[in-house]
């Protein structure tokens, strides 16, 4: 799969930004998906999750604390693409964000050693 993202740029705190990534090279549906995000000096961090469909539910999204109510994912499986929807953006959240996918939980969000990166995407938040 390659996965590209998309959508960062420079933006005043208190305001959104939303961020996507497409994926291509293989189906998409079983593919739990996810952002990272690294500021300069600091290492990789999970920011949001989105799981694929279970056998008996629908997708799951979890965030990390610091994004929690501020944040939103969401997958189109039609169109292979996941988005990350900003909003009350901060100062704090200025980092590259990366897309990234795995068939596995435990790979994905857990090791942080999915098999698919995307590149980076960089956000800038004003203060």
């Known amino acids: 799969v390659q996965l590209q993202a998309s959508g960062g740029g420079l933006v005043q705190a208190g305001g959104s930004l939303s961020l996507s990534c497409t994926a291509s090279?293989?189906?998409?549906?079983?593919?739990?998906l996810a952002w990272f995000r690294q500021a300069p000096g600091k290492d990789r961090e999970f920011v949001a999750l989105?799981?694929?469909?279970?056998?008996?539910?629908?997708?799951?999204?979890s965030f990390s604390d610091a994004v929690e109510g501020r944040f939103n994912v969401s997958r189109d499986n039609a169109k292979n693409m996941v988005g990350l929807q900003m909003t009350s953006l901060k100062h704090e959240d200025t980092a590259t964000y990366y897309c990234?996918?795995?068939?596995?939980?435990?790979?994905?969000?857990?090791?942080?050693?999915?098999?698919?990166w995307g590149q980076g995407t960089q956000v800038t938040v004003s203060s």
């Open positions: 990234a996918a795995d068939e596995t939980l435990r790979k994905l969000v857990v090791e942080k050693r999915p098999d698919y």
């Open positions: 090279g293989r189906a998409f549906d079983d593919l739990n």
């Open positions: 989105i799981t694929k469909n279970g056998a008996t539910s629908g997708t799951i999204t």
